[in-house]
């Protein structure tokens, strides 16, 4: 019944844009549709005519589980003189592609033969993905493929939402999922919000089975837009929550609810032989002469992040199991749930109640309320210690105890609690917490600019700083110094250079030097032209023709404040424009005055949400733009 029914739907979607097509070449018509979608979409080559996903349960009676077929049918038209795609299709240990075919318009098989290889990442050190693809190439604007793609999921648990949107610009997108009366499966509609999303849901009467139908017109590609939002966030798309299925008058639950993901987590979890005999000698050594609890807590979970290497690992059911803790401190190397597996137990040896924490970091829109294995992507540990919940997350290298990094801050967590489970928050950090500081103190010596500049970091700032610091080897640590202080810039001459403990990650960072800068003054005369700003922080920032918003690593609280005597004889004729701005997400300014006898400069940047939003990119354009103008301006000082 399925098969004919895709076929039926596959047959009344395509016949009348192709399958009357008797011929490969394109014709006046297509050629026309080209040239007009390519209008439409003139950032893309390929686009997609036509795009059905047809979605398919059984139930396999050898392992009690819910199975998934998902079919995918497609019809390419290329935009371009020419193009050359790859078309692929990723499979892991819980899933296997059954079919990947390319036809030509006119339904012939053509010789592009799929290519079936393992999936490699620089994100990842070990995976159990695989990837099944061809390379086509489109000779002529208006020529078509078809493609069909059949995937199946051996466990409904990790087949967990279908997108509207693909990598290319999509005519008519169709969504239709068939849910046999036995499984009790929500579907749960994710951005729907401003789109013309057509719905429609009959019942089978043959099978009794629920066919829901979703479609959508002329909808955009997935932007190619780095610093943006997570997919969750953006674009219109499906949860498939499996909660439960019933035969035989038998229901058994699969994810109806928290406590089920939170029980199946557990389980595996509770597998963890985590004999720790290997780790106990290290454990007394990190607190034989520790003064306190929480100097304890500080050396085992600093020692974690300092000799352990994070390394993502993703390899069937190890991509949700931790590793055991003593493999993880034998082998000096850990993904996420390793590393926090560790943590936990090492301050259990310590004496302390330390519990593992699945979170979804930022990236990820949905919380906890939402029972899926799409909810979360990371693992970390949490420590309770007298009423306080403490969150540590050995993957963040150099953050203190009690800092936590702007991917995580706000984020629901999932804390391990025996067979019940805890649900938190982390905290969020204000913008000052990261603050960052500046001071120069300057004079002019000729056509040289010299004086002394004092920088502090906090939070954020500082542990990525020190992180950078921490990866160079000891001989290039001093150069790297020099070059971050003078930002590679050879006009600018750093010496002197001082700074609080760089080892010691619970000290804001302090850094004072002197500093000697050529090329910034020019003398006229009597006049005397002067480039005061050396950093110029967001010149040029701006963010045009972008569709999504700007998301920073970490929230910014950056202030500066430069003070330039006046040499002697000389008045201030001209000082640039002073700008300022503010918004629910951003504060900035700049502002020039003379205070007695040196011209002060003042500046403030605060990015309050670690975002800049699309519905203030014109605002922030123009203040960019005026930004970057100020600083082009120039000092002006003449002979009194």
Known sequence: MTKNLLFICFIAIFTSTVFSQKKIDPTPEDITIAKNLKEQFPDDDIALDKSLDFVSFAFNKSDDKVTVNHNLRESMINLNSRSDIQKYSFYDGSSTITN??????????????????????????????????????????????????????????????????????????????????????????????????????????????IIYTFSIENISAMYKEKNSPGPTYIYPHILILAKSYTFKNDTKNLFSSTKDLYKWYHSLTESLKNDNTALKSKVEELIKNAKNDEEKIKNIYYWVQDNIRYIAFEDGIAGFKPDEASNVFNKKYGDCKGMANLTKQMLIEAGFDARLTWIGTKRIAYNYSIPSLSVDNHMICTLLKDGKTIFLDGTEKFNALGEYANRIQGKQVLIEDGDNFILKHVPNNTPTFNKQKVNYSLVLNGDVIEGSVNKSFNGESRSNLLYYFHTLKNDKKDSFLENYLNRGNTNIKVSNINTSDLSNRDLNIEMSHDIAVKNVVSNFDDTIYIDIDLDKEFENFTLDNRKTNYIFSSKKDIESTTKLRIPDGYVVSSLPKNAEISSENYKMSINFSKEGNAIVYNKAFKIKNAEIETKDFDEWNAFIKKLSAIYKEQITLTKN
């Not at 078509?144 to 990598?167: A, G, M, P, Q, W």
């Open 100 to 209: 990947f075919s390319v036809y030509y318009k006119n339904k012939r098989l053509t010789k592009f033969y799929p290519k079936d290889e393992a999936y490699t990442s620089n994100d990842l050190f070990h995976n159990d993905s695989r990837v099944k693809y061809v390379n086509l190439d489109f000779p002529q604007q208006g020529y078509r493929y078809l493609t069909s793609i059949d995937k199946k999921y051996n466990d409904v648990k990790y087949f967990t939402k279908l997108y509207f949107n693909s990598e290319y610009p999509t005519l008519k997108k169709i969504i239709i999922i068939k849910v046999p009366n036995w499984l009790n499966l929500e579907l749960k509609e994710m951005n729907f919000e401003g789109y013309d999303i057509q719905r429609e849901t009959k019942k089978n009467e043959k099978d009794n089975s």
